[in-house]
């Protein structure tokens, strides 16, 4: 997740979101809405800006975890403390 959504999910990318500090059910919520393809997929780079390090798509990446880790990842961000 970090690697896209920053340290502790404080992204520094305007392409990108940050997670910090976000309410756990409302980021499970999230989870779910890729999960089921009911939210588009974004592909984006990792880490940079021209894709040298390859590209992610939201939906591929939550469809490779279970619920017991999604929802671990929401309250794990729901704790980091958002950045300015």
């Known amino acids: 997740c970090e690697g896209c959504h920053g ?3 404080n992204s520094g990318r305007d392409d990108v979101p940050a997670l910090a500090g976000r ?3 409302e980021l499970f919520a999230e989870i ?3 999960y089921f393809y009911e939210r588009v997929c974004p592909d984006v780079p990792i880490r940079d800006d021209d ?3 390859g590209h992610m798509s939201m939906c591929d990446v939550v469809n490779q975890m279970n ?3 999604a929802m671990a990842l929401a309250k794990y961000f729901e ?3 958002a950045e300015d």
């Open 51 to 53: 894709g040298s390090k």
């Open 23 to 25: 309410d756990s059910d």
């Open 67 to 69: 619920k017991q880790e």
């Open 7 to 9: 340290k502790g999910g």
């Open 79 to 81: 704790k980091q403390a």
């Open 32 to 34: 779910e809405r890729f």
